[in-house]
């Protein structure tokens, strides 16, 4: 599990950061991969979990020639 610190960023931002989705960082933040908060129903990311945490960016996983294998072939990439 990843260390807490003081500096939070909303799922957004997270999601930017870790070229991913905001779904996949929720999903983080419930396996405790991350590190958040919610104020007032929204969830903040602490940012030092995010340095701490290596997680595959989306370009680690792409297919030669196509997508992660995700989008159930409507890019034509596989």
């Known amino acids: 599990m990843c260390e807490a610190g003081t500096n ?7 999601a930017l950061l870790l070229e991913t989705t ?6 983080m933040l419930k396996k405790n991969e991350l590190q958040g908060k919610t104020v007032d129903e929204a969830w903040y990311v602490d940012k030092s979990s995010l340095n701490i945490c290596d997680k595959p960016k989306a370009a680690d996983i792409v297919k030669a020639g196509g997508c992660g294998g995700g989008c159930g072939s409507g890019c034509g990439g596989h």
């Open 8 to 14: 939070f960023v909303p799922i957004a931002e997270a």
């Open 22 to 27: 905001e779904m996949r960082v929720l999903m």
